[in-house]
């Protein structure tokens, strides 16, 4: 209560912050009549003076009022668009790398010009972060104007693009691009031999637009690149002869939740077949060294005792084929991963086919926050402001709207069954449009909308292609009187975008799932830019100029049409888990000070009322009399959604965290390895480092065979001679050494560094400086990089097996991070020993045959991985013709469509082929090493 007062006196901390940014903007309105007067030249000059300012001295704030005022300025001679006053105020949140919560319609594409032209001024590069390839291409050429009217380059990073030509986009004051794209392009990055090669040139600032979207919603699973891994059939093979072998009390099975594991005995069993066959490190099968082993043991028990044959999986064709749980289907071409389909494959006696090893992987969380600043823009942000504070220590600041929002948010009506929830929103959609109201009708899955499209069309509705409807058609009725609808799926980017713009046309009915269309905004009577661009193209007849103004009262015409109907209708047919994404489809109405309403529709059978008790309430509303077609609709029902959904929100937000924390751990190992490599890239000469491994391999062998105080017949001289001889090659008499009287550990010790040393020394001599330099650089790299992507797959068993620990009342956590690090020690002496190892034995016949760095070539048998977290679909292993996207029964359709039409003798009828996918000539080489190949 003392709180709702104080609010009331002095405003809450976020009008009060906002309160505090208007001095700065007076400011910037006051200089508004000064540029003004400035012509072309004098106004570009300004970005050489700020740049100039800089150099002397001067801070980025110091420069914040005259660097808007020219944006604003440059805006309005360009675009013919002015910044509003709100607008400043989110630039500034963006600036002092904040999130600026703002509504659809109020320009939040304007406003990251401002920030992003001042910051752009260090020249070290800022970067404008998309959720698609569309929305980069179309932000970076339409704000492009104001950059390079201001003298500054844009570049743009989308799927497609050559390493030049990424390099020299990075290279730009500003680089346009999506999430997926920058953190690729960082991991790909880290995987090539010549730093000259490397596209990014550092992370100074970045805005992520859409920034709940990538921050949070995709943020749950990692960006991966893996690549083609040894073949490994004899592990697998030997591996699946123990489960055979073991007895029903060797190992535990839940059916339900799918999970085997093997009791103390089984332990004790598999310890010593394990042994028999030399696959087990140390005494224990939970030794660290035994991870990976245990979790291959892990996949080959599930595969015997909980994936059935002709239910879970097929044989044919002599292949493992995934039998899809929902609909019976085969699913070829996809397999499971962290070796569970080579375990069935050697189950069955199949050909074991090669598994992929992750080589490089990074989570949005942690690659974000490798950014000097950080600042995002979204509509929906503060319901989440918890966790962005806690996990990228961003602020949320909500910025008021230019014109006070006239939306009307009705109660949620609430039916007992779906079959009357979808009968009354049938209803209100032919009553919306038989008053020329548009409507927006949101669903949570491509499933949904579907379903109510099918609906839609037996109430005599008919459904527009996405291809064929053009944006001025949307409203109209078809041929034959029908009236029509479109579905948006959050497939193809840019038509969707076109259509959704023109959603607000009078009666036009589009039903989109949650991201279709996301980033464009739904203008009342239409976009009249875009329905310009789409009727008149290119025409540039001496009447353009009235033909455009003919379009303009049309949509004007449409948009008086809409108002009077009451602005766009958004009607929800179900309510999500996060209340944000409830407030994105209802933050779809209302832009601008338009009026229009939103309302949701709810049945108890739905998933979220179901999994919070909709039993007992559809129980007391059966005795309270409530009748067939009739809704509840009451403020209680509302806040009581709500609740459940912060708790869904809260143990979403535990999940990430969790996933984080684990991720930390492998990121701090990330940052040393890449840093060592980069730093290893470089250097001319490595062969400072290269003595340093030498020196700490000789220290750690012989502290191994001769402990520290230990007696002299205590030592262990055969063995050190035998450690010797395998790791430099040498035959030294250290045996006769250790007999000598009065001799010392320290002697030794430096008896060995001088015999290796002479050693390489001799190495040197024998092959040239220049030549030895190379080879030194080459293995070094080349093991570096074939250890840590060992360890890679290492912790992720270790990962998969240490929530166990928890039975035995230890933290996984803790036993995670404490086993990682032991492991990363363990891959820095293997590679002090390897490396060592190679470069005392090699020898090399001819100059030609010096082992050099792989070209950067290579890097193409090497296939991007991100799991959309919601589908589990890989964005990037869409069929071809496909897009890389949500899934569902229409995508299938059309993949098997495109496949059937394509004939191998004539790529004109192969459409858009995947990189990754067989060629469609038949040939059975990845498109990318066939008819895809680049010169």
């Given amino acids: 209560m003392l709180g709702t007062l104080t609010k009331r006196l002095f405003g809450s901390a976020n009008d009060r912050r906002v309160k505090g940014y208007r001095s700065r903007v007076d400011a910037i309105n006051a200089a508004e009549p000064e540029f003004q007067k400035l012509n072309d030249e004098e106004l570009r000059a300004k970005t050489a003076f700020f740049r100039a300012e800089l150099a002397n001295g001067k801070s980025l704030d110091d420069l914040l009022v005259p660097a808007f005022a020219t944006v604003r300025e440059a805006a309005k001679r360009t675009l013919g668009q002015r910044h509003f006053d709100v607008q400043l105020i989110g630039g500034m949140v963006l600036h002092e790398s904040g999130i600026a919560e703002m509504k659809t319609g109020e320009g939040k594409t304007l406003v990251a010009t401002l920030p992003v032209y001042l910051n752009a001024l260090t020249g070290k590069g800022v970067h404008v972060v998309t959720v698609n390839d569309y929305l980069a291409e179309r932000d970076a050429g339409w704000m492009g104007e104001i950059y390079n009217f201001l003298g500054m380059e844009v570049g743009v990073i989308v799927h497609g693009k050559t390493d030049v030509e990424r390099k020299a986009a990075y290279a730009a004051d500003i680089t346009y691009g999506t999430n997926n794209e920058f953190g690729f392009d960082y991991l790909r990055d880290n995987l090539k031999y010549d730093i000259k090669a490397m596209a990014q040139r550092g992370h100074y600032f970045a805005i992520v637009d859409e920034v709940d979207s990538i921050l949070i919603d995709e943020a749950r699973t990692p960006l991966i690149i893996s690549g083609p891994l040894e073949d490994r059939s004899d592990f697998y093979n030997t591996v699946d002869t123990f489960v055979p072998k073991l007895e029903p009390d060797d190992y535990e099975v839940d059916e339900k939740m799918r999970t085997a594991s093997f009791t103390e005995a089984g332990n004790e069993k598999l310890e010593v077949l394990l042994g028999d066959a030399k696959l087990l490190k140390g005494d224990s099968l939970y030794d660290v060294e035994n991870v990976s082993v245990v979790h291959h043991l892990q996949q080959a028990l599930r595969a015997h005792k909980l994936f059935q044959r002709d239910k879970d999986y097929i044989i044919k064709n002599g292949e493992v084929i995934i039998i899809d749980e929902f609909t019976g289907r085969m699913m070829p ?11 069935l494959e050697a189950k069955e006696r199949q050909k074991i086919q090669p598994e992929n090893q992750t080589v490089a992987s990074i989570t949005f969380q942690n690659y974000f926050r490798m950014y000097d600043k950080l600042a995002g823009m979204t509509g929906t942000a503060l319901t989440e402001a918890e966790e962005f504070m806690d996990i990228y220590r961003l602020d949320v600041v909500s910025i008021p709207t230019n014109r006070e929002i006239k939306r009307e948010d009705e109660h949620d009506q609430v039916y007992r069954t779906q079959e009357e929830k979808y009968q009354a929103i049938l209803g209100i959609i032919k009553e919306a449009h038989a008053k020329g109201q548009p409507i927006l009708v949101g669903t949570t899955s491509i499933e949904k909308s579907e379903q109510l499209a099918e609906s839609l069309k037996k109430e005599g509705f008919r459904q527009r292609d996405l291809e064929s409807a053009t944006s001025a058609s949307l409203g109209e009725t078809a041929k034959g009187g029908k009236p029509t609808f479109q579905v948006l799926n959050a497939r193809f980017h840019e038509q969707e975008a076109k259509i959704i713009t023109q959603a607000g046309v009078p009666g036009g009915i589009t039903i989109a799932t949650n991201m279709a269309g996301r980033g464009t905004d739904i203008q009342l009577g239409g976009n009249a830019d875009m329905v310009i661009d789409e009727e008149l193209g290119d025409y540039d007849g001496p009447d353009r100029g009235e033909k455009e103004q003919v379009i303009r009262d049309r949509i004007e015409a449409l948009k008086q049409k809409a108002l009077a109907a009451g602005g766009l209708f958004v009607l929800a047919t179900e309510r999500h888990e996060s209340r944000r994404i409830d407030n994105q489809l209802r933050g779809r109405s209302g832009r601008q000070g338009d009026p229009g309403r939103s309302r949701f529709y709810l049945s108890l059978q739905d998933d979220l009322m179901r999994i919070f008790g909709s039993e007992r309430m559809d129980g007391m509303l059966r005795r309270l009399g409530l009748e067939d077609g009739e809704a509840i609709v009451h403020p209680w029902i509302n806040r009581a959604l709500e609740k459940a959904q912060q708790k869904v929100e809260a ?45 700490d391999v000789v220290e750690a062998m012989v502290a191994k065979h001769i402990p520290e105080k230990a007696y002299p017949e205590q030592w262990d001289s055969e063995g050190l001679t035998q450690s010797v001889r395998e790791v430099f090659g040498l035959d030294l008499p250290v045996k006769d050494w250790a007999n000598e009287e009065g001799i010392a550990d320290e002697e030794i010790r430096e008896r060995l560094k001088n015999a290796t040393d002479e050693a390489a020394a001799r190495k040197v001599a024998k092959y040239g400086i220049e030549t030895w330099r190379q080879v030194e650089k080459s293995v070094l790299l080349q093991t570096l990089d074939h250890l840590w992507r060992e360890h890679i797959a290492t912790l992720d068993h270790l990962r998969s097996v240490v929530g166990f620990r928890g039975y035995a009342q230890r933290d996984p956590l803790n036993e995670y991070k404490t086993e990682s690090f032991e492991l990363f020690e363990a891959m820095l002496q293997e590679l002090r020993t390897l490396t060592t190892s190679q470069l005392m034995r090699i020898e090399i016949r001819q100059p030609s045959e010096a082992p050099s760095l792989p070209s950067d070539d290579e890097l193409d048998d090497y296939e991007p991985h991100h799991f959309d977290p919601s589908t589990g679909e890989d964005e990037f292993d869409a069929p071809a013709g ?28 192969w459409g858009k082929v995947s990189r990754n996918e067989p060629c469609p000539c038949g040939s059975g ?4 090493h066939c008819h895809g190949k680049t010169v």
């Fill in 333 to 343: 071409g996809r397999r499971y991963g962290e070796g569970l389909h080579q375990a």
């Fill in 651 to 695: 143990r979403n937000f535990d999940q990430r965290k969790n996933v984080l924390k684990y991720d930390d751990v492998m990121n701090d190992q990330r940052k040393v390895v890449f840093e060592q490599r980069r730093e290893l890239m470089q250097e001319e000469d490595v062969r400072e480092t290269i003595n340093e491994m030498r020196q």
């Fill in 882 to 909: 496909a897009p890389a996207a949500s899934g569902g029964a229409e995508e299938a359709r059309l993949a098997r469509r495109a496949a059937e039409e394509r004939d191998p003798n004539d790529p004109t009828t």
């Fill in 925 to 928: 080489k990845k498109y990318k």
